[in-house]
């Protein structure tokens, strides 16, 4: 199975800061149809996920501009520039390219 | 407005089943590749099944093969999950998506 790995896996930031959380894959997420099905959910406390970007650096309808996503192969990043109150939770990145499905850890962001 | 409701969880005894369900509305269910994916407590996101758009292939993550059945009613826009032979390690909750849409979780408890 692919192995996604996170980092950091906690992230502390203030309102208006910019992070980035980083996705690694063991495997290249390059499908033989050319896409690259890597995403970024967000799971805010006690709610269920919410797709933020789609394919790498797709940005999901009604998710703020100030999430972007980059990144190719192995590495993915994905950069919230302007850390605002709503966007506290757990982020994932989540794999379609190989099966079974796979999911990063989890990035913890909290206010400082 | 996009809906998935998820139903059916609750306690039960370890080796006994229980069946869930996912309501869909709001969008084309037919046309959508569905999965179910579950989270154990204060842990990640795990993928469990997943059916393609017609129901014609299904895919198990190992650790519920030969126990889990994913299956849907397009024409109910209705996805479903058969759980037997349950164990404590799957208790969790249990979220219906299509990567894009996800439920607001049902959980499952396996306990004596």
């Known amino acids: 199975d692919v192995v996604l790995t996170q980092t950091p896996p906690t992230l502390s930031a203030t309102i208006g800061q910019s992070v980035s959380i980083s996705c690694r894959s063991s495997q290249s997420l390059l499908h033989s149809n050319g896409n690259t099905y890597l995403h970024w959910l967000l799971q805010r406390p006690g709610q269920s996920p919410q797709l933020l970007i789609y394919s790498v650096s797709r940005l999901e309808s009604g998710v703020p501009n100030r999430f972007s996503g980059s990144g190719s192969g192995t590495d993915f990043t994905l950069k919230i520039s302007g850390v605002e109150a709503e966007d506290l939770g757990v982020y994932y990145c989540v794999q379609g390219t190989h099966a079974p499905r796979t999911f990063g850890g989890g990035t913890k962001l909290e206010l400082k | 407005e996009v809906q998935l409701v998820e139903s059916g969880g609750g306690l039960v005894q370890p080796g006994r089943s229980l069946k869930l369900s996912c309501a869909a509305s709001?969008?084309?269910?037919?046309?959508?590749?569905m999965a179910w994916v579950r989270q154990a407590p204060t842990k990640g996101l795990e993928w469990v099944a997943s059916?393609?758009?017609?129901?014609?292939?299904?895919y198990y993550r190992d650790s519920v093969k030969g126990r889990f059945t994913i299956s849907r009613d397009n024409a109910k826009s209705t996805l479903y999950l058969q759980m037997d032979s349950l164990r404590s390690e799957d208790t969790a909750t249990y979220y219906c998506t299509n990567d894009r849409y996800w439920g607001q979780g049902v959980m499952v408890t396996v306990s004596s």
């Open positions: 059916i393609t758009n017609s129901g014609g292939s299904t």
């Open positions: 709001g969008f084309t269910f037919s046309n959508y590749y």
